[in-house]
């Protein structure tokens, strides 16, 4: 594949679905230091963990996309968003009637299946090909990646794609 093909070889489609971003996701927010990254960058500099995850899951493989993903992102806003505030919403109460905390880990687990649709839609992004270009040799550095793609600049964002980056198996290279 070249720098400006939108076709995506075969070969790396395979080895994208043997790795999909779902899984891939929620080891990766399981690791050590990882939610605490995600919490900050999403409350604080409002980056969408959805689509940090999927840059982070397509640096792994070697890849960029700039495609915009509009779908993903009309998702996140319209339907994960509200059952996000919702959920927050019912903290202070929850705490004292469990009717109330009942309904907010149902809405918890809804909040959670919205973000697995989001992840779905951005894996089927990639998996198009659309806007889908090899990493340089050598790949930047992850941290420098998403602080560019995600217009992160402010010090402890920058120390969470860091942390982000370390969580990341160092073993690894791009094919």
Same mark, same amino acid.
């Given at each position: 594949? %070249?720098? /400006?093909? %939108?076709?995506? @070889?075969?070969?790396? *489609? /395979?080895?994208?679905? #043997?790795? @999909?971003? &779902?899984? =891939?996701?929620?080891?990766?927010?399981? *690791?050590?230091? $990882?939610?605490a990254a995600?919490?900050?960058l999403q409350d604080e500099a409002s980056v969408d963990v959805c689509e940090l995850l999927w840059h982070c &899951?397509?640096?792994?493989?070697g890849l960029a996309c700039d495609a915009r993903p509009d779908?993903?992102? +009309? &998702?996140?806003?319209?339907? %994960?968003a509200p059952l996000r505030r919702l959920r927050r919403a019912l903290k202070p109460e929850a705490r004292e009637h469990e009717g109330v905390?009942?309904? +907010? *880990?149902? $809405? #918890? #687990?809804?909040?959670? #299946?919205?973000?697995?649709?989001? !992840? +779905?839609?951005l894996e089927g992004l990639a998996l198009a090909g659309a806007g889908l270009s090899r990493l340089p040799t050598p790949p930047p *550095? !992850?941290? /420098? =990646?998403?602080?560019? +793609?995600?217009?992160?600049?402010?010090? @402890?964002? !920058?120390?969470?794609? /860091?942390?982000l980056e370390g969580q990341l198996d160092p073993s690894w290279t791009p094919s």
């Open positions: 594949m %070249t720098h /400006d093909s %939108t076709e995506l @070889p075969s070969a790396l *489609r /395979d080895r994208l679905q #043997q790795a @999909p971003l &779902w899984e =891939f996701a929620l080891a990766l927010y399981g *690791r050590e230091g $990882i939610e995600c919490l900050s &899951w397509l640096h792994h493989h779908e993903a992102r +009309r &998702w996140q806003r319209e339907v %994960t905390a009942e309904l +907010r *880990r149902s $809405i #918890q #687990q809804a909040e959670l #299946q919205a973000e697995r649709e989001a !992840l +779905r839609r *550095r !992850l941290a /420098d =990646f998403l602080a560019s +793609r995600l217009q992160v600049q402010k010090k @402890p964002h !920058l120390s969470a794609l /860091d942390a």
